[in-house]
């Protein structure tokens, strides 16, 4: 699809992507319009002025990895970890090779935020990481791209060119006495590979598996160095951080959560797509920017972080603002930002089924509590929807979840047990109205199919 196809099809629909002008603040997705994603076009926007002024002005290292810690910039892959504080994780003076990974799998149902970075405003995360291997004293980093966006990756490749050509990426940047070769890298869509570790062992070629932690990549990452991995809007705030200074970033936030976030909306809105707002904006401004819930529908549920949050009522959602500490306190996850929202037509015993389904499909087998665990979850669920559930299926529930969560490798089996749990404390109900139907065929028949599947709970 050219640029003007793209635009004409948003202006038909109103629904496309980031460049609509209902953000609040914008700070990464501002001034684009679906067809300014060249070199030229993002100097235009100020591209490469934090970068120019790191090496203009003689800032050490040292300097703007205080500067990102005083922006209070969490981690937008998920976990919201402190950015300034992982940077000083990395052994600066060690004399190895160290690196520089951008994580861009982006596989969590519902989020669909970095692509659009990486389309719309690729040389934003290129200048973020250029700065961030600067403050880390790193040479080499590489770009993990999800497997099924090929655009996207070819644009990103050109960016790169376009950037190396200038003089912003190669050794002697600007002038300077500093050297980065940054590449990109492309996945194959398995959703375990946006786990951090399991992405070093992807991009080292081998099968995506996560790794025990620790160690941890900052001193055992990609072929065994240390290493730094952020997600791609985790950089493309950087610049923004640099050019007006860490507490001004983290003034147009809340205390502890500096900045902009962009949310994925998609669901039962009238307008999904991406919103960038700035931290601590009420869920109900976010609403009303994606159009408000379906017409003649009212709303009944959020997953305000990604399928592995955990699914908040109406009520308690409406009383959240959009950053990490309010959904914490009312039992669920920012996570990556991406916003589920369902309205009163949806049955939350079908929505758990899809959820669980995925998520036995992607578990990677290494750890029996979620190999095993997610196929029990989901084929309980799925017999509960068919109607042959039985009396004893909700404990059963609970009591497997309980027994993956906590107890696996990777975070993969905590957010397949956590939907469960919540889907169950919130609409029981629901749970139960099917388990005591009666006017069911004897025969199950499951909607899904799959070589894990025909194993029976
Ligand atoms: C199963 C699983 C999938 C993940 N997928 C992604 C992903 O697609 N993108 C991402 O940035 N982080 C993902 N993460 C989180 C990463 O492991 C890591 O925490 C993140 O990339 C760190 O970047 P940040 O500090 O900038 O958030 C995933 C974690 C798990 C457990
Ligand atoms: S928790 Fe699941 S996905 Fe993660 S390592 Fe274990 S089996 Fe693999």
Not at 67 to 73: A, N, Q, R, T
Request: proline share 6%; hydrophobic share 35%.
């Amino acid at each position: 699809m050219t640029p003007d196809q793209v635009l004409d099809q948003f202006r038909a629909t109103g629904v496309q992507t980031c460049f609509h002008g209902r953000h609040i603040e914008p700070q990464i997705y501002a001034g684009l319009d679906g067809t300014n994603w060249r070199l030229a076009d993002y100097e235009a926007r100020g591209g490469y002025k934090a970068l120019r002024k790191i090496l203009d002005e003689g800032l050490t290292p040292e300097q703007v990895v205080a500067e990102v810690k005083s922006s209070g910039l969490r981690g937008r892959g998920g976990a919201g970890f402190p950015t300034g504080l992982k940077w000083s994780f990395m052994p600066r003076q060690f004399p190895g090779q160290k690196y520089l990974v951008c994580n861009s799998d982006e596989g969590e149902p519902g989020t669909c935020k970095d692509r659009d970075i990486l389309h719309y405003n690729p040389h934003i995360v290129i200048e973020g990481m250029a700065i961030a291997a600067f403050a880390m004293g790193i040479s080499v980093g590489y770009n993990y791209i999800h497997g099924e966006i090929f655009a996207t990756y070819d644009r990103f490749e050109e960016a790169l060119e376009e950037a190396r050509a200038a003089g912003y990426l190669g050794d002697a940047i600007m002038g300077s006495g500093f050297n980065f070769q940054l590449h990109a890298a492309h996945g194959f869509g398995a959703y375990i590979c946006g786990e951090e570790t399991a992405l070093l062992e992807s991009l080292e070629g081998k099968k995506g598996q996560p790794r025990f932690k620790p160690p941890f990549p900052a001193s055992f990452g990609l072929y065994g160095k240390p290493t730094t991995i952020n997600n791609t809007e985790t950089f493309a705030a950087v610049p923004w951080i640099i050019v007006n200074g860490g507490p001004a970033y983290l003034e147009c936030g809340k205390p502890n959560n500096g900045g902009t976030k962009i949310f994925s909306v998609s669901g039962d809105v009238e307008l999904p797509g991406n919103y960038e707002v700035p931290m601590g904006t009420p869920f109900s401004k976010l609403l009303e920017l994606a159009g408000g819930v379906r017409k003649g529908r009212t709303l009944k549920a959020v997953i305000p972080g990604g399928s592995s949050a955990p699914v908040l009522p109406a009520d308690v959602m409406m009383n959240c603002t959009m950053d990490y500490d309010s959904i914490a306190k009312a039992g669920s996850m920012l996570g990556s930002g991406a916003v589920i929202v369902m309205d009163d037509s949806r049955s939350m015993v079908e929505s758990l089924k899809r959820l669980s389904y995925f998520y036995m499909h992607e578990s990677c087998g290494q750890c029996t509590p979620c190999r095993e665990g997610t196929g029990w979850l989901w084929r309980v669920v799925d017999r509960i929807h068919n109607g042959h559930g039985k009396a004893t299926d909700m404990d059963l529930l609970n009591s497997v979840a309980d027994n993956i969560q906590g107890r696996t490798i990777c975070a993969l089996g905590d957010a397949a047990a956590m939907p469960v749990r919540a889907m169950i404390k919130h609409f029981r109900h629901e749970f139960e109205t099917l388990i005591q139907r009666s006017d069911v065929p004897s025969t199950p028949a499951p909607a899904f199919r799959s070589s894990t599947a025909s194993r029976s709970a």
